[in-house]
């Protein structure tokens, strides 16, 4: 049997989904990324529409091109952090469209469920996400603007590792407005699971890009926490032996038992609407288990099975690739 392709990080959304205030907070972003400087609300209107697929149309097409069985969405509770709401799905109607899509897609698609615990209704929001058929998990995202460590929140991490459940959380100093990155660093994580070591901690992104050795360092002192390498494709691009050497020491320091393939990307029709990128980006790890300009192979071909697909097959508990 031929070891599946996991996508462990991925998305799919359609704009209107997303709250208001994220999208005028990116809508900012993209005003200043140039001279002269742009007005925001002359950019408004044009935030993620390039990357909206809300029926998975385009993502489904990528998956067959580049080889890939199924994807996980990690969703993002943006709800309290991209207040004024506007008219975007609460998270419950959120977390619900994406069993629908998962249902649509059976044995494609795959989903972590958002939660900012913040909400008054925090419990039943969780326990309304665990009824739904295709969550693997939760995405908790500190970077909204609250602490792993907060007392108030321990009934979540005290539940997720009762149930043994894997907990997705942003791991990366990339966001900026409206968020506080801080509250992603490693270091930081790995403070809140010294409380929770039997957690299956997952390191969304792992650290990318300033954050990368402090992810991997953090990692290798708790049992159930992994690196997962989405975005990672920009090192990869940019310069293929450095992304060589990093994952090198991945595999010695971690194993690669606990490394999760992930791309990131958010298709559409302006980011990767065909899966080439994809397709390039599975072939940037293929070839980690070939030699490389005089360089030997960073993984052998059972660990590059673990890699792309086999460990998230493992973590998640996707029966059907099992």
Same mark, same amino acid.
């Given at each position: ?30 005003? =200043?990324?140039?001279?002269?400087? !742009? ?7 044009? *935030?993620?529409? =390039? $990357? ?15 080889? /890939?069985?199924?994807?996980? *969405?990690? /969703? ?21 469209? #994406?069993? $629908?899509?998962?249902? %649509?897609?059976?044995? !494609? ?39 792993? $460590? +907060? ?11 009762? !149930? ?16 506080? *990155? +801080?509250?992603?660093?490693?270091? @930081? ?6 409380? #929770? ?16 050795? %402090? ?5 290798? =002192? ?15 691009? %940019? ?5 060589? !050497?990093? *994952? &090198?020491?991945?595999?010695? $320091? ?15 029709? &302006?980011?990767?609407?065909? =899966?080439?990128?994809?397709? @390039?980006?599975?072939?940037?790890? &293929? +070839?980690?288990?070939?030699? #490389? ?23 998640? +508990? ?5």
């Amino acid at each position: 049997m031929v070891a599946p392709v996991v996508d462990a990080h991925m998305h799919v959304w359609d704009a209107s989904w997303l709250p208001e205030g994220l999208r005028r907070a990116w809508a900012r972003q993209g005003a =200043g990324r140039r001279l002269p400087e !742009r007005d925001p609300e002359e950019i408004l209107g044009h *935030v993620a529409v =390039g $990357q909206s697929d809300p029926d998975a149309t385009l993502t489904m097409a990528a998956f067959d091109r580049a080889g /890939v069985a199924a994807g996980l *969405v990690p /969703v993002v509770d943006w709800t309290i952090v991209g207040a004024p709401t506007g008219t975007h799905l609460p998270i419950a109607a959120l977390n619900a469209r #994406y069993e $629908q899509l998962a249902q %649509e897609h059976e044995g !494609r698609l795959y989903f972590c469920a958002g939660l900012d615990p913040r909400h008054p209704d925090a419990r039943e929001l969780f326990a309304a996400a665990l009824t739904h058929g295709h969550c693997k998990g939760v995405k908790l995202y500190p970077a909204a603007g609250w602490d792993l $460590q +907060d007392p108030a929140y321990a009934w979540l991490l005290t539940e997720l590792q009762e !149930r043994r459940l894997p907990v997705v959380v942003h791991s990366s100093p990339l966001g900026g407005d409206p968020l506080q *990155v +801080d509250r992603c660093r490693p270091a @930081r994580i790995a403070a809140a699971l010294a409380s #929770y070591p039997g957690l299956r901690l997952v390191f969304a992104h792992a650290g990318l890009e300033a954050w990368w050795a %402090e992810a991997l360092d953090c990692a290798t =002192g708790w049992q159930h926490v992994y690196l997962e390498l989405s975005l990672w494709q920009r090192c990869a691009a %940019e310069d293929y032996p450095e992304f060589r !050497r990093r *994952v &090198r020491r991945m595999r010695a $320091q971690l194993g690669a038992h606990r490394l999760i393939f992930g791309s990131d990307i958010i298709r559409g029709p &302006r980011e990767d609407p065909d =899966g080439a990128h994809l397709e @390039r980006w599975i072939g940037l790890v &293929r +070839d980690l288990a070939t030699p #490389y300009a005089g360089d030997r192979p960073v993984l052998s071909a059972e660990e590059l099975d673990l890699f792309l697909g086999s460990n998230a097959v493992r973590l998640y +508990d996707l029966k059907e690739y099992s």
